[in-house]
């Protein structure tokens, strides 16, 4: 396989907070030391409950969050450290598409000139002069060009997405950090979004880390999904080993709260997980997830397990006690909540 676009190694996010009355300094770990690669062209689903950490990493890849300990590798260069000069020019080929269509577009510029910023902030005069590219930009992502003059009131919440895809087409990047970018959409304009991610990606031969906690979009979109929970990644691999096999039991739970329209009337089995998740600020010790798995024994509490490949399976997967090689979502038994 190919040099890595994209490394990430012991990549860490703690932010400092005051706790209660008497104000004593506490950490929050949000993030908690992930290890991935994205290559070129290829899609990383990146999946979890709310709070798990997803968003505070998709910003740490593109530098809009400054990591506390880690590296990000990019194109075989340690950005991590990288300050905003250096970061510039390496903007052009690294972008983000933000969660919420609404507060990501500045109300008082039109749509040109929204498009056209990172042009004008990167010194670039493309062929035929700027508007020409933007509104290019704009029929590319299925926008009439003649709306150049518009603003983002103008517009409803799916095309409001698709000026923020345009946005960050513009330096023709050659890795998106795609941050929950349907979340926020009406379930009938989430499928063209998609659809026009898809059909940018194979035209452009971008690459995604795709940030979602919706399972069948991800299984849609992406090729690896990595899985997160409670700032780290308990279980990563192909979509087919994730989504047909699962080896943690919290990739299990996730997946058989999904609803199956294929088994309209008939009784499925479900995952009912106790308790809550656990607080950031003071996670449990060994694995984190233990405190909600059927599976937990003394080791868990002990020792934290690595993400590792088990047993001849090319996933690799946080846990002590992971399910056999072969063993299919489809049978597992039902926890009692």
């Known amino acids: ?27 929050v770990r949000a993030v908690d030391g992930l ?18 950490g997803k968003t505070t990493t998709g910003r740490m890849l593109v530098r809009l969050l400054e990591p506390t300990a880690g590296s990000i590798e990019f194109q ?65 992502v299925g926008l009439n060009p003649e709306h150049y003059n518009r603003f983002p009131h103008e517009f409803s919440g799916g095309q409001r997405q698709r000026i923020g895809i345009a946005r960050a087409l513009a330096l023709r990047p050659k890795l998106i950090v795609a941050d ?12 063209q979004v998609v659809n026009l991610l898809r059909e940018l990606q194979r035209e452009l031969d971008l690459a995604f880390v795709f940030i979602a906690h919706d399972l069948a979009i991800v299984r849609h ?15 990563i691999g192909d979509r087919a080993d994730i989504y047909e096999r699962p080896r943690h039991p919290y990739t299990k739970a996730l997946l058989s709260a999904v609803p199956d329209v294929t088994a309209f009337g008939e009784q499925r ?19 984190r997830f233990r405190t909600r798995c059927w599976k937990a024994q003394d080791v868990c509490a002990a020792e934290e397990p ?32």
């Open 180 to 191: 929950e970018p349907v979340s926020a959409l009406d379930v009938s304009i989430q499928a």
């Open 76 to 140: 075989g260069r340690d950005i991590t450290t990288l300050g905003r000069r250096a970061m510039r020019p390496l903007r052009q080929d690294l972008q983000i598409i933000f969660q919420d269509p609404y507060s990501s577009l500045n109300p008082r510029h039109t749509v040109g000139k929204i498009v056209a910023m990172p042009l004008e902030v990167n010194g670039i005069k493309p062929a035929g002069g700027v508007k020409a590219r933007v509104q290019e930009l704009l029929e590319l």
């Open 1 to 27: 396989m190919s040099e890595a676009l994209l490394k990430v190694r012991g990549l860490t996010k703690h932010f400092a907070v005051r706790q209660g009355a008497t104000g004593a300094k506490a950490s």
């Open 306 to 337: 690595p993400l590792i490949a088990r047993e001849g399976s090319a996933q690799q997967v946080a846990c002590h006690f992971p399910e056999a090689v072969g063993v299919t979502s489809e049978h597992v038994s039902e926890v009692a909540a």
């Open 269 to 287: 089995q479900r995952i009912r997980l106790t308790g809550d998740v656990p607080t950031p600020l003071n996670p449990p010790s060994g694995c």
């Open 221 to 235: 979109f992406s090729r690896r999904v990595a899985v997160m929970y409670l700032g780290k990644v308990v279980e």
């Open 35 to 52: 290890d991935f690669d994205v290559h070129a062209g290829e899609t990383l689903g990146l999946v979890g409950e709310s709070g798990c």
